[in-house]
């Protein structure tokens, strides 16, 4: 019988990160195997909103499982030795690597489809990610996988509203304050993708007001793409009314489009000869 694990039964390295209910560090298991391990913060330990939190993460991480969602080793959902082992990712997340080089365009729709096949996955389970970005999207060569449930929806969370996401990815209508549903993830896809296939972001803003304004009023600009499915897609994603909104299965049906041959290439026009010359071809005719 397999040995449940604890805290204690892993090796600490070093510090990688803060998140919002801990902090994260790259150990080692027994057997030797690098992982992120995530304990909580000790005020997340005194708050009961924050301690649900890292529970939740706790129970999904442990409890999911898809070949592009970050696997979860071991963990504990409370009291003092909580905690959670994830998979370790040395190269980081898409928003790290973002900061230093952009992708491909096959690249960009290779990481979508893997991101898009992990929110048909939770949606399909009652499950609304709410925070899908750039820095939860973590990377292992070809290999993209969405991370990080701290703020994820369950069928069980009905009646709470609670807000959550990043205000440069987040839906219209929670900016407004309402339910998030698997179309607010769609949109959140959307500005991600949007993202990887121009450089830049569909909104911008320097305040959350700005940001605020942009996400309800105004229309990104037009994108572009050699497979006009995919342009559609995109836009479809960004529609500000949820009910109007693109699915995430039809974007991942999008993509998984093939591209349109290239145009044939037209043939150089002969110019007709001048001057002097063409009278001389005129009369050896």
Do not use: W
């Amino acid at each position: 019988m397999t040995r449940t694990l604890s805290r204690d039964d892993f090796k600490v390295q070093r510090f990688i990160g803060r998140g919002a209910t801990g902090n994260v560090y790259l150990a080692h298991d027994p057997a030797g195997r690098p992982v992120a391990l995530k304990i909580p913060h000790p005020e997340t330990q005194k708050d009961p909103s924050l301690q649900r939190r890292f529970a939740r993460e706790v129970q999904l991480a442990l409890g999911l499982s898809h070949p592009n969602l970050v696997k979860g080793f071991a963990g504990k959902a409370f009291g003092e030795d909580a905690f959670l082992a994830l998979e370790y990712f040395p190269e980081g997340t898409l928003a790290d690597r973002l900061k230093t080089q952009r992708p491909t365009r096959e690249e960009a729709i290779a990481i979508l489809r893997q991101v898009a096949a992990a929110l048909l996955y939770l949606h399909r389970l009652g499950i609304v990610h709410q925070d899908v970005k750039p820095a939860n999207v973590f990377l292992r060569g070809e290999v993209a996988k969405l991370g990080d449930f701290g703020v994820a929806r369950t069928q069980e969370d009905g009646g709470t509203n609670e807000r959550a996401g990043s205000p440069f990815y987040m839906a219209p209508e929670l900016f407004a304050g309402k339910e998030a549903t698997p179309a607010a993830d769609a949109y959140s896809l959307g500005v991600m993708a949007y993202e990887l296939l121009t450089g830049r972001r569909p909104f911008t803003g320097q305040s959350y007001e700005e940001l605020l304004a942009a996400h309800l009023t105004q229309a990104p600009p037009r994108l572009k793409d050699k497979n006009p499915a995919i342009a559609e897609a995109v836009m479809g994603l960004l529609a500000k009314d949820p009910e109007r909104r693109l699915s995430v299965e039809a974007f991942l049906k999008a993509l998984n489009q093939p591209d349109p041959p290239p145009a044939p290439a037209e043939k150089p026009k002969e110019e007709k000869p001048k001057g002097f010359f063409a009278r001389f071809k005129r009369r050896r005719r």
